[in-house]
């Protein structure tokens, strides 16, 4: 099968958030090693990867050198990580191939995700990144054009736009490589989000892209014949959190919509998750899967985690 493994921020750092490159190594390798065995079963495998961890370390460094340094954008942030990670993750997964007597080229993508020029995002950010700094602290990122908002008691906080992916725009290299036999790395950090000009024109802009929603859009740009979505636990739940908790087992898109609909998950969290899910196979989509790292091998077959179906 075709397969797309989305493997959420927690996959790229230690088990305490630590996002040390020795930590990020150390996860890498763990991911690396449950999707040497999804390749080793004979699949296609794309994978895409969260990169929230990298890029907040980039912006702790925006902000201790504003005063020397113009401070680097989100689209190159985002760049810069997909190189980071995409090569710590091709080093991993050749060790893990390898140990597992497969042999398997592999490939990174810098990836590029349209959005729309004229999202509402752009004009009112709401999507809080980054760390709370004093006023003062802020200011110098505030004279950069950044935009920051006053949170209260905790400090002030810069926010972005956080625009509806459109189009992956690298599918056709990702395509080419991927029919010569390639694991692919591709979207990263729910891809560089760029728009069209007036003029037709690319050009990067200051955003944060869903992941797992580009996952979704990548997945059912590409055929997938499966959506992945890793995570921390084994199913989404509901009632998260009390004595009526439940994990879902196998769901029809209706059922998870009013799951959702009903404010079971997280915003932060499943929510977003649980929405790509939905996503993938309301847009035709097979099936998608929702699990930890540790039983993807099952959950491509649809015997394990909250496993989404057609209606």
Request: hydrophobic share 45%; with cysteine; glycine share 10%.
């Amino acid at each position: 099968m075709r397969v797309v493994l989305a493997l959420g921020g927690n996959a790229m750092t230690a088990p305490d958030g630590s996002a040390t490159p020795a930590a990020q190594i150390a996860a890498v390798e763990v991911a690396m090693t449950a999707a040497a065995r999804l390749v080793a079963a004979g699949h296609e495998l794309v994978i895409t990867h969260g990169n929230g961890p990298q890029v907040g370390n980039l912006l702790v460094k925006n902000e201790l050198a504003a005063h020397v340094v113009p401070p680097v954008p989100l689209d190159w942030c985002g760049a810069q990580t997909q190189g980071t990670l995409g090569f710590t993750i091709l080093d991993a997964l050749d060790d893990a191939l390898a140990a597992t007597g497969t042999r398997r080229p592999v490939a990174a993508i810098v990836t590029r995700t349209l959005v729309d020029r004229d999202d509402p995002g752009f004009t009112h950010p709401t999507k809080p990144i980054g760390r709370y700094l004093s006023h003062a602290q802020a200011q110098p990122m505030i004279d950069h054009g950044q935009v920051w908002q006053d949170r209260g008691e905790k400090g002030w906080r810069r926010v972005v736009a956080s625009p509806e992916p459109l189009e992956v725009l690298d599918v056709p290299a990702l395509l080419t490589l991927l029919e010569a036999g390639h694991v692919v790395v591709a979207a990263g950090g729910g891809g560089i989000p760029v728009v069209r000009d007036a003029a037709g024109r690319l050009r990067g802009v200051e955003a944060v892209i869903d992941k797992d929603l580009t996952a979704a859009l990548l997945a059912r740009t590409i055929g997938a014949d499966v959506l992945v979505i890793a995570t921390d636990v084994d199913h989404a739940a509901v009632d998260w959190g009390t004595p009526t908790q439940r994990d879902l087992g196998r769901v029809t898109v209706s059922q998870l919509r009013a799951h959702a609909a009903d404010g079971q998950f997280a915003s932060g969290s499943m929510g977003p998750k649980v929405d790509a899910a939905i996503r993938f196979v309301a847009g035709g989509g097979p099936r998608s899967v929702i699990t930890s790292l540790t039983h993807i091998t099952d959950a491509v077959e649809g015997s394990f985690g909250t496993v989404v179906d057609p209606d």
